[in-house]
């Protein structure tokens, strides 16, 4: 079992930044991926961008491309999400996810959740 937890979130104006963090727990493994998803009021949860625990690979959706940075420590057992120049249609709750497909982006190819954690950016 792998527990998730998010932290970082709050209120920021439009063009700030914010970064994010997801700490693990458990029984974690070089193959697992370690997504960042997010789902804002009214809307299906969609996919921000993903990192192997291992290697350090990022992928990201085209929405967060050039505005956010993934990165981890394995040591510290943490996932970091940047996120800079934001804007009013990042505001959603963020989950952190953990997952044995590398590099996916479908929120049913990971198999352990946080809690989330709200990004509300104001203007």
């Known amino acids: 079992q792998v527990q998730l937890v998010e932290s970082g979130g709050g209120l920021v104006q439009d063009g700030g930044s914010l970064r994010l963090s997801c700490a693990v727990s458990g029984r974690i493994s070089n193959n697992y991926a370690m997504g960042w998803f997010r789902q804002a009021p009214g809307k299906e949860r969609e996919f921000v961008g993903t990192?192997?625990?291992?290697?350090?690979?990022?992928s990201y959706a085209g929405s967060m491309k050039g505005r956010s940075t993934l990165s981890r420590d394995n040591a510290k057992k943490m996932v970091y999400l940047q996120m800079n120049s934001l804007k009013l249609e990042d505001t959603a709750v963020y989950y952190c996810?953990?997952?044995?497909?590398?590099?996916?982006?479908?929120?049913?190819?990971?198999?352990?959740w946080g809690q989330g954690t709200q990004v509300t950016v104001s203007s």
């Open positions: 996810a953990a997952g044995y497909r590398l590099g996916s982006s479908r929120s049913n190819e990971y198999a352990f």
């Open positions: 990192i192997t625990w291992s290697g350090g690979w990022t």
